[in-house]
């Protein structure tokens, strides 16, 4: 699964691109190459919300954490 996401590359300015498989949740950008996993146990554990019992899955706060490490490693 390949999402386009709504949010520009802190380094280059490009698309950034949201990949999922069995393991792992990807940040990544096609223009210069940036690119931040996250184990999706890890990934769950953040995101995963208990609103009125039911269980949510936040991927707002999975995309905000991962822009943010890309900040960092940038
Ligand atoms: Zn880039």
Not at 8 to 11: G, V
Not at 23 to 26: I, L, M, R, T
């Given at each position: 699964?390949?999402?386009?996401l709504n949010l520009?590359?802190?380094?280059c300015g490009g698309s950034l691109f949201l990949e999922e498989d069995e393991?792992?949740?990807?940040v990544f950008c096609n223009r210069c190459g940036l690119r931040?996993?996250?184990?999706?146990?890890?990934?769950?554990?953040?995101?995963?919300?208990?609103?009125d019992g039911l269980l949510i899955f936040d991927w707002n706060s999975v995309i905000d954490e991962l822009y943010l490490e890309l900040a960092i490693s940038s």
């Open positions: 699964m390949r999402i386009r520009e590359c802190p380094r393991e792992k949740v990807s931040v996993s996250w184990r999706l146990r890890d990934a769950a554990r953040r995101a995963l919300k208990n609103i």
